[in-house]
């Protein structure tokens, strides 16, 4: 079964920095793109970006460029995503997602399974 | 603001049909990007229901139906059950903003 299991729920202090991680498992991993998603309170989903893991290629999208950093350790099927200097309006609940497609397009990617969310809380 | 445009909530009684719509444009979908749909439970990942449009993922009940014409998609429920009670997100590629793009959520409620 392919799964993607992500890490616990963060507290943090405005300025701090965070790393959060997602595990794949039941698939080859360096052979399918991973995507982040945020979902803010209340509201619907964003992507933030995708990593390949094979080569660690990575596309970010423009409202989050530059704000966060995604990055893979394929020897260990993770993925990760990091903050340097979290603020208050980081907290949300990040999901991650394995991306495919049923043609060789990468722009016809869907998200499917997706990890369980990491709710992140930035608050003094 | 969300590049493709949904509803905010839809509703129906048990037993009844809805449709969600999503709307784009020339550079999503109306570029021929597939169109996916996803169910969102509270507490819950998102679950892929409808990718490509039309196909029904793997153990999606086949009262769940996807379409698509010109700049916009629509995702169909029929024999509405109140385990059906969720979120639902559009998502396709906008080649405008070289990125996937996701719709602003529909809520359904099942009265």
């Known amino acids: 079964e392919v799964q993607l299991m992500q890490s616990g729920a963060e507290v943090k202090n405005p300025g701090e920095s965070l790393r959060i991680s997602c595990k794949g498992s039941?698939?080859?991993?360096?052979?399918?793109?991973i995507g982040w998603v945020r979902q803010m309170p209340g509201k619907g989903l964003e992507w933030m970006g995708t990593?390949?893991?094979?080569?660690?290629?990575?596309r970010y999208s423009p409202s989050f460029q530059g704000q966060v950093t995604i990055s893979v350790d394929k020897s260990i099927n993770t993925a990760y995503l990091q903050w340097g200097s979290l603020k208050a309006s980081d907290s949300a609940i990040y999901y991650c997602?394995?991306?495919?497609?049923?043609?060789?397009?990468?722009?016809?990617?869907?998200?499917?399974?997706w990890g369980q969310g990491t709710q992140v809380t930035v608050s003094s | 603001q969300s590049v493709l445009t949904q509803p905010p909530s839809v509703s129906g009684a048990p037993g009844q049909r809805v449709t969600i719509s999503c709307t784009g444009s020339?550079?999503?979908?109306?570029?021929?990007?597939?169109v996916h749909w996803y169910q969102h439970l509270p507490g819950a990942a998102p679950k892929l229901l409808i990718y490509?449009?039309?196909n029904r993922s793997s153990g999606v009940p086949d009262r769940f139906s996807g379409s698509k014409s010109g700049t916009s998609a629509s995702l169909a429920i029929t024999g509405l059950q109140a385990e059906d009670e969720a979120d639902y997100y559009c998502?396709?590629?906008?080649?405008?903003?070289?990125?996937?793009?996701f719709g602003g959520g529909t809520k359904l409620a099942v009265l």
């Open positions: 997602a394995r991306q495919w497609g049923t043609t060789t397009r990468q722009d016809y990617n869907l998200f499917d399974p």
């Open positions: 039941g698939y080859s991993f360096p052979s399918h793109w």
């Open positions: 990593i390949y893991p094979g080569d660690s290629n990575v």
């Open positions: 020339s550079s999503n979908i109306g570029a021929f990007y597939p």
């Open positions: 490509d449009d039309i």
């Open positions: 998502q396709s590629y906008d080649n405008r903003l070289s990125g996937w793009v």
